[in-house]
């Protein structure tokens, strides 16, 4: 089993630029949860996905987007790319919304954006 | 709103000495109380979560935390610290199952010398 796991590990883009995010869960899980770590902070709830829906949604502007498919996988999306959004971008998986004790962290994306 | 308050940036240790993380939180009710560890590179792994029972609870790599209601307060311990305990230290709050909004503290760096 590999884990949570994310594409790409290491991204740069310039600002207004658009970016996608990809996760793959830990095999058997099927709830999603994106978090966006700026440098020196802990790690910030975006938005959680289930039954491809999303769920649960954390203060971040529209610009962040995201999806989950069929088979469990999850994208996250930022339109109009800011300096701030530069951060370690973090997917979580787990069976279940409420399985907390068995939530998963994927390594992270780096982003940068210049 | 909940809060996590770590007040210790970095913490540094001699191999073999006792360790202690400080942990506190600001909320009504008692919330789910969790910690997680960051190494360089690797995603966050839950060392170990309080949900109710024993207020003393035990965790991975011989770490363990108390919860005292009181003091609003869940510090992590280990007796004798290892050269790979040198992480990032993440406390961790969640008001309720269901709500999906886990709030992270800032992190305390921990370093480790011979």
């Known amino acids: 089993d590999a884990g949570v796991t994310q594409s790409p590990t290491h991204l740069i883009k310039t600002r207004g630029q658009q970016v996608t995010l990809r996760c793959s869960p830990k095999?058997?899980?099927?709830?999603v949860s994106w978090y966006q770590q700026a440098l020196g902070q802990g790690p910030q709830f975006i938005f959680q996905?289930?039954?491809?829906?999303?769920?649960q949604r954390g203060n971040f502007p529209d610009r962040f987007s995201g999806h989950q498919f069929p088979n469990y996988s999850s994208e996250l999306n930022v339109n109009a790319l800011l300096l701030g959004d530069s951060a370690l971008y973090l997917c979580?998986?787990?069976?279940?919304?409420?399985?907390?004790?068995?939530?998963?962290f994927g390594p992270g994306t780096r982003l940068t954006v210049l | 709103a909940q809060s996590v308050t770590q007040p210790d940036i970095h913490i540094t240790v001699s191999e073999g000495a006792s360790l202690e993380l400080r942990c506190n939180y600001s909320?009504?009710?008692?919330?789910?109380l969790f910690w997680y560890v960051q190494s360089p590179g690797q995603g966050l792994q839950l060392l170990l979560k309080?949900?109710?029972?024993?207020?003393l609870v035990q965790g991975i790599k011989g770490f363990e935390a108390e919860f005292k209601r009181s003091q609003s307060s869940f510090n992590l311990r280990k007796p004798s610290v290892h050269w790979s305990d040198a992480a990032e230290y993440f406390c961790?709050?969640?008001?309720?199952?269901?709500?999906?909004?886990?709030?992270f503290g800032t992190g305390t760096r921990l370093t480790i010398i011979p």
């Open positions: 909320y009504g009710a008692t919330p789910y």
């Open positions: 095999s058997g899980h099927d709830t």
């Open positions: 961790a709050v969640l008001r309720g199952f269901g709500n999906e909004k886990l709030t």
């Open positions: 996905y289930y039954e491809e829906e999303e769920r």
């Open positions: 309080y949900f109710s029972g024993d207020t």
């Open positions: 979580a998986s787990r069976w279940g919304p409420e399985r907390y004790d068995e939530q998963f």
